[in-house]
């Protein structure tokens, strides 16, 4: 979990106790994500992943559902086939939560811990520095 050295993470060393178990609770559950390597070479995969392959894999799971309780209410008895029933979607929930309390994490040390300071001026003298080295590099 966070490193206490870092001042980030004193919203971690604030939360209450029941918060804090719960959170290293939920970091602990896997991330579907798309090695380094391919991410790297080509960087819209990652996304088509979340924005394609996801939808499609849950809509076919949904579908699988529909097929599994059923069979499952055949085969096991009342409470055995609920449990087999909800096993995928709560592992899918599970890993749904995960990544939102990643992002939150990261969202709120990005606004809260480190705000950025807008220099328009300094940005603006850099953005023109850049089309002056760009057009020295079309002239030689």
């Known amino acids: 979990m966070p490193n ?3 001042e980030s993470d ?3 060393l604030r939360m209450s106790l029941k918060n804090r178990i719960l959170t290293k609770l939920i970091m602990r559950f896997p ?3 798309i090695p380094f390597f391919i991410s790297k070479k080509f960087p819209s995969i990652e996304g088509i992943f979340h924005g394609l392959i996801m939808p499609l894999l849950l809509f076919v799971i949904g579908l699988f559902m529909l097929w599994l309780l059923p069979t499952a209410t055949l085969m096991f008895g009342f409470p055995l086939n609920v449990l087999i029933t909800l096993l995928v979607p709560v592992s899918i929930f599970a890993m749904y939560i995960r990544i939102e309390l990643e992002r939150t994490m990261n969202w709120w040390r990005s606004i809260f811990n480190n705000p ?3 220099d328009s001026s300094k ?3 850099e953005l023109i520095e850049l089309f002056e080295n760009q057009e020295d590099k079309k002239n030689d």
């Open 10 to 12: 004193d919203i971690y």
């Open 123 to 125: 940005s603006l003298q």
């Open 31 to 33: 991330v579907p994500r």
């Open 4 to 6: 206490e050295d870092n």
């Open 116 to 118: 950025l300071i807008w």
